[in-house]
C-alpha cells in the first residue's frame, strides 16, 4: 500500500534532549512538508522540500532542523533550542508543483517530560 | 498573501441537520481548494477538492463549489451523522505566481460535533 509513515505515534522527550521525529513515504512524491499543530489551533508549516538535498523554512522553523537525503524520507530533529516543543507533528507529501494535494501521515505526539 | 479564513467552531448538530462550514480565501490566481477532515487523535485526509471556478467537489455526501466571484469555498452535507464528527480544515494550494507556490495554505480548522 502506498502512503506516509511516521513513527513512534508518542514521543516523550526529557528537556534538553534532541528527538527525531520520522517521515517515510513511498508515493514517489517529489515534496515533503512538516507540520506542527497545538489543541484547538490549525496547522503551522515548520520546513518543507520540493527536492532532494533542498528545503526551506516555514514559518516556525526556529528550534527545528531537517534533512532530506533521500526522496523517501524527510525526518525532522526537534532540538532544545525548541522552548516549547510538546506538540501533534504532521508530515505529509505532494507531488511537486502548483495545485496539488498533499496525503498526510498519521502523526505522532511528542510530549516533554 | 494567500490566506485562508474559515468559521469558527466548535459547531455542534443534531443528527440528520443540515451541514454549513464557510470557507472564504485570499489568493492570487487560481488556486486549487480543498476541504481536509481530521479524527481524533489522526492525520488529516483528503474530503473534498476543486481545481478551477465553479467546480463542485463532492465526496461522502459532502460537497463544496468554487465560487471566485466571492472567493469562497463552503463545505456543506445535507444530513449529518453521529460520525462526522471531526475538525474539518480549508486549504489552497497557490497558484503559478504566488509566493506560496509548493506550500499548502490551512485555515484554522473547525471542530463539528453531532449528537444523536
Known amino acids: 500500500d502506498g502512503g506516509i509513515t511516521q513513527s513512534p505515534k508518542y514521543l516523550f522527550r526529557k528537556e534538553g534532549q534532541n528527538v527525531t521525529l520520522s517521515c517515510e513515504q513511498n508515493?514517489?512524491?517529489?515534496?515533503m512538508y512538516w507540520y506542527r499543530q497545538d489543541p484547538g489551533q490549525g496547522l503551522r508549516l515548520i520546513y518543507y522540500s520540493q527536492i532532494v538535498n533542498d528545503f526551506q523554512k516555514g514559518d516556525i522553523a526556529e528550534g527545528y532542523s531537517v534533512s532530506r537525503e533521500k526522496k523517501e524520507s524527510f525526518p525532522l530533529t526537534v532540538t532544545s533550542a525548541q522552548k516549547n516543543p510538546t506538540a501533534f507533528y504532521l508530515c505529509?507529501?505532494?507531488?511537486?508543483?502548483?495545485?496539488?494535494?498533499?496525503?498526510f501521515g498519521q502523526g505522532t505526539r511528542l510530549t516533554v517530560v | 498573501g494567500d490566506s485562508v479564513t474559515q468559521m469558527e467552531g466548535p459547531v455542534t448538530l443534531s443528527e440528520e441537520a443540515f451541514l454549513t462550514i464557510n470557507c472564504t480565501y485570499t489568493a492570487t490566481g487560481y488556486p486549487s481548494l480543498f476541504w481536509y477532515v481530521q479524527y481524533p487523535g489522526e492525520g488529516l485526509q483528503l474530503l473534498l477538492k476543486a481545481t478551477k471556478a465553479d467546480d463542485k467537489g463532492s465526496n461522502k455526501g459532502f460537497e463544496a463549489t468554487y465560487r471566485k466571484e466571492t472567493t469562497s469555498f463552503h463545505l456543506e452535507k445535507g444530513s449529518v451523522q453521529v460520525s462526522d464528527s471531526a475538525v474539518y480544515f480549508c486549504a489552497l494550494s497557490p497558484s503559478r505566481g504566488s509566493s506560496n507556490t509548493g506550500k499548502l495554505i490551512f485555515g484554522q480548522g473547525t471542530t463539528l460535533q453531532v449528537k444523536p
Open positions: 508515493l514517489n512524491h517529489d515534496a
Open positions: 505529509a507529501s505532494s507531488i511537486y508543483g502548483v495545485n496539488t494535494e498533499a496525503f
